[in-house]
Nanobody, 122 residues
Framework: QVQLVESGGGLVQAGGSLRLSCAASGRTFSSVAMGWFRQAPGKEREFVAAISMNGGSTRTADSVKGRFTITRDNAKNTVYLQMNSLKPEDTAVYYC???????????????WGKGTLVTVSS
């Protein structure tokens, strides 16, 4: 089992930046791939970004490529999502996930946090 707690969400103006954090516990952090999904009102949950166990490989959705960066600190059991040049369409609840592999993380994830709300005003 992996427990995940997100933080860092909030209200920001378009063009601004936010950094989301996700603290993990319950399993050796370096043994799981990590990632972020998001769900906007009235829409399905969608993949945002993922990172491999050692941080050497990342995957990013086309919709956020060049604006969002995922990183992890295995010493702190934490994964981050740096979000720059935010747009109103980035408004969503952002969920942190963990999975047995990067491929599974990109597809669906195994474990999930409760989410943190990001609101981007125009």
């Amino acid at each position: 089992q992996v427990q995940l707690v997100e933080s860092g969400g909030g209200l920001v103006q378009a063009g601004g930046s936010l950094r989301l954090s996700c603290a993990a516990s319950g399993r050796t952090f370096s043994s799981v791939a990590m990632g972020w999904f998001r769900q906007a009102p009235g829409k399905e949950r969608e993949f945002v970004a993922a990172i491999s166990m050692n941080g050497g490989s990342t995957r990013t959705a086309d919709s956020v490529k060049g604006r969002f960066t995922i990183t992890r600190d295995n010493a702190k059991n934490t994964v981050y999502l740096q979000m720059n040049s935010l747009k109103p369409e980035d408004t969503a609840v952002y969920y942190c996930g963990a999975a047995r592999s990067l491929t599974i993380m990109v597809a669906a994830g195994d474990y999930w946090g409760k989410g943190t709300l990001v609101t981007v005003s125009s």
